[in-house]
């Protein structure tokens, strides 16, 4: 099974970016599908997630609105658009996949399978 992030770099604030998770060896829409990021000197963080039954999808607070996680089934891609980007969304951004459960979504341990990760910078 692999994880492959892209699409990172660095932007302005104000600026869009979108990421992909592409997926190999697992079908994405069978999983459920999150994105976490860690900042500099911060522990990873839970940023959004789609479900692996009914698609539904959970956001942190902090990027509810600006981002928009979906999955590309015939490409099995998930993907992370993400609007108005602040300097505090400057973080190594992770696609993760595992079998979360509603208590579970925003636990870094309850995905086992995650990307190497893609670098956002986000300059004020």
């Known amino acids: 099974v692999q994880l492959v992030e892209s699409g990172g770099g660095l932007v302005q604030a104000g600026d869009s970016l979108r990421l992909s998770c592409a997926g190999s060896?697992?079908?994405?829409?069978?999983?459920?599908i999150a994105w976490f990021r860690q900042g500099p000197g911060k522990e990873r963080e839970f940023v959004a997630v789609?479900?692996?039954?009914?698609?539904?999808?959970y956001y942190a607070d902090s990027v509810k609105g600006p981002f928009t996680i979906s999955r590309d089934n015939a490409k099995n891609t998930m993907l992370l658009q993400m609007e108005s980007l602040k300097s505090e969304d400057t973080a190594v951004y992770y696609c993760?996949?595992?079998?979360?459960?509603?208590?579970?979504?925003?636990?870094?341990?309850?995905?086992?399978?995650w990307g190497q990760g893609t670098q956002v910078t986000v300059s004020s």
């Open positions: 993760a996949a595992g079998l979360p459960i509603i208590s579970t979504l925003r636990a870094v341990g309850t995905y086992n399978y």
């Open positions: 789609i479900r692996q039954s009914s698609s539904t999808t």
């Open positions: 060896g697992l079908t994405v829409r069978s999983y459920g």
